[in-house]
């Protein structure tokens, strides 16, 4: 009889656990752009997030870094804390921008590179 009650127990505990822990995709499953600065076509086709434009000039710089990678991307208002695939990164005189993709929902992020946590290309471990 424990044994019957042992079991289901190690499935609810696994369970449980495996909701709140997001395995990292392939990185080779995202488009990016990377080494320019994106088009109208990239956003469009899911590879790029933004468009850094002055009255209809596109005025960004690819930054170098490792695109794509895995990230974190830290809510500056909350703290809450997202994994993130970085598909673009560029600059302006007074800014960086990153582009991502929150992994669990696939929504696209836009914000200032201070506000990621760079882990590289390499899939993290799933915690």
Do not use: C
Not at 10 to 21: A, D, F, V
Not at 80 to 95: G, M, R, W
Not at 101 to 114: C, H, P, S, V
């Amino acid at each position: 009889m424990y044994r019957l009650l042992i079991l289901p127990l190690i499935l609810i505990s696994t369970l449980l656990y495996g909701q709140n822990t997001m395995l990292w995709p392939s990185l080779s499953d995202y488009k990016y752009t990377s080494g320019r600065q994106a088009t109208e076509d990239d956003i469009n086709l899911g590879a790029a997030v933004f468009m850094l434009q002055v009255e209809g000039k596109n005025i960004g710089k690819p930054i170098d870094i490792i695109i794509p990678q895995y990230a974190i991307h830290i809510d500056q208002e909350t703290g809450e804390k997202t994994k993130v695939i970085i598909i673009q990164a560029e600059e302006t005189d007074d800014s960086q921008v990153i582009g991502a993709i929150n992994i669990q929902t696939d929504e696209f992020i836009a914000a200032l590179k201070f506000e990621f946590e760079f882990l590289g290309n390499k899939k993290p471990s799933a915690e």
